[in-house]
């Protein structure tokens, strides 16, 4: 799977809007691009996955650079609920194989 | 919601013995997984299972490392012969499987924080 690279942390005041960056300048056609976030003492938790146009959920949105190589998670109103750590992964289409998890990012909300 | 149930919570056992921990993946999924993550570091995948067999395994998933799914609900993954460096976190996921848009969202279970002792 190609390589994904993002900060070790971030911090965001609580009720305001988070972006949360990922590079991934490697990524082939046919990468999907997919969020999961690990809240403390947690199992991982799907967010969000795009391919090339923008994607949004109940949870967030997910913008995708035109070339493809990076892309930026969104929060719209962050919350204490929303500490965690946001992990951006690349998945083959069609793919059922095993997520591979790097070190993503640690987000703090502060009150 | 649905959602992926795993059992015990927090296993204690001796290095050496065997264990088995247990998840209920949702009842509609057919693809399962167990991954791990060793305190303070990545989560980290170990198999995959498909039509009652291994689809990938990593090298973590050594001769010591078993799954099973005994029977309609259940989907256990087995130790043989604890040793220290197993302590971890072990997680269950579950996943549909529908083909196409980006690959299936993993659903995961809360873990099993398994201590060796």
């Known amino acids: 799977d190609a390589k994904t690279t993002q900060p070790n942390s971030m911090e965001s005041n609580e009720e305001e809007p988070v972006h949360l960056p990922c590079n991934h300048s490697t990524i082939s056609g046919t990468d999907y691009i997919h969020w999961y976030r690990q809240l403390p003492s947690q199992g991982p938790e799907y967010v969000i996955h795009?391919?090339?146009s923008n994607v949004n959920n109940r949870m967030a949105s997910l913008a995708i650079a035109e070339d493809r190589k990076s892309s930026t998670l969104i929060l719209h109103r962050a919350t204490l609920r929303d500490a965690a750590v946001y992990y951006c992964?690349?998945?083959?289409?069609?793919?059922?194989?095993?997520?591979?998890f790097g070190s993503g990012t640690q987000l703090t909300v502060l009150p | 919601e649905p959602e992926v149930t795993q059992t015990p919570s927090h296993q204690v056992t001796q290095m050496g013995q065997e264990v088995i921990l247990r998840c209920v993946p949702i009842s509609n999924h057919l693809y399962f997984y167990w991954y791990r993550q060793i305190l303070g570091q990545k989560v980290e995948f170990l198999v995959s299972?498909?039509?009652?067999?291994?689809?990938?395994k990593s090298e973590i998933f050594d001769d010591q490392f078993s799954v099973e799914r005994p029977d309609g609900s259940n989907f256990t993954l087995k130790i043989r012969s604890t040793k220290l460096e197993d302590s971890a976190m072990y997680f269950c996921a579950s996943s549909e499987a529908r083909s196409g848009g980006g690959g299936n969202e993993q659903f995961f279970g809360p873990g099993t924080r398994l201590t060796v002792l």
């Open positions: 795009g391919l090339t």
């Open positions: 299972f498909y039509n009652n067999e291994i689809s990938e």
């Open positions: 992964i690349l998945r083959y289409t069609g793919s059922a194989r095993q997520l591979t």
